[in-house]
């Protein structure tokens, strides 16, 4: 299989104060928080909802990042392992993204040298249909590391989420797997953390699939919230795409 695959771990954080004691743990790692706007591109009609495709546009500091992630494909325990591509864009080319004045899809074909299957199941599903945004959230994330962890041979950030939708709030861990690390050996470090914070060790929703399932059900942030926005997806729009599949698969 061809194309990048991104394996990581992403664990539920309960509450701010589970959050907080992940942080006061690690509090000797280097940390650095950013706020992140994460935009949703799709057809009307939920082309790429449907073939359990996410096409993302995130704004980070300023810098722009396109990503398209496919269905979740078999990983071992807790792991979830994603096709994935991406390219960051200058702020002209997203701006474009957003006003519907750009094919997404073309801005990945910079650099291609083959097929890559994700972006050939994306150009299969949209077909001739037109992508434009459907909505946003936020995500505060604090990146802790590099560090280490245990007995791993590898140095890890770990990334702690506060993540706004538009029905509610949001908490977990997220770490990937670093190159020479087996993921029962990191599985095994991040358990023993959770079990030394009295954490309940819980594999996190998908992101992407929570924000479609409140878009479907027209949920609007709070007044005076931060939090994410679109329109409602109705009958006719794909709805019940954004639902996770059988493993709880979606899109992020």
Do not use: Y
């Amino acid at each position: 299989m061809g194309g990048h695959v991104e394996r990581e771990f992403k664990l539920e954080l309960p509450d701010e104060q589970a959050l907080a004691r992940v942080r006061h743990a690690l509090a000797a790692a280097p940390a650095r928080a950013v706020r992140q706007i994460n935009h949703f591109l799709d057809t009307p009609a939920g082309h790429l909802r449907r073939a359990r495709l996410a096409l993302r546009l995130r704004e980070e500091d300023g810098r722009w990042w396109l990503t398209l992630k496919g269905p979740r494909v078999a990983a071992p325990g807790a792991l979830a392992a994603r096709a994935e591509e991406e390219r960051e864009l200058e702020p002209a080319q997203a701006a474009a993204l957003l006003a519907g004045e750009r094919d997404a899809l073309a801005c990945f074909a910079q650099g291609a040298h083959a097929p890559v299957p994700v972006l050939v199941a994306a150009r299969a599903a949209v077909g001739a249909a037109a992508l434009g945004p459907i909505g946003s959230f936020v995500n505060e994330r604090e990146r802790l590391g590099p560090l280490a962890l245990g007995a791993l041979p590898a140095r890890l950030v770990l990334e702690l989420d506060r993540t706004t939708f538009p029905d509610g709030e949001a908490h977990e861990l997220e770490v990937e797997l670093p190159p020479g690390v087996e993921p029962a050996e990191l599985e095994r470090e991040l358990r023993a953390l959770f079990a030394r914070l009295g954490l309940p060790w819980r594999p996190a929703g998908n992101k992407a699939a929570r924000f479609f399932r409140a878009l479907e059900a027209g949920a609007r942030p709070a007044s005076g919230s931060q939090a994410g926005t679109g329109r409602r997806l109705g009958p006719g729009d794909g709805g019940a795409a954004g639902r996770p599949g059988p493993n709880g698969e979606s899109n992020d």
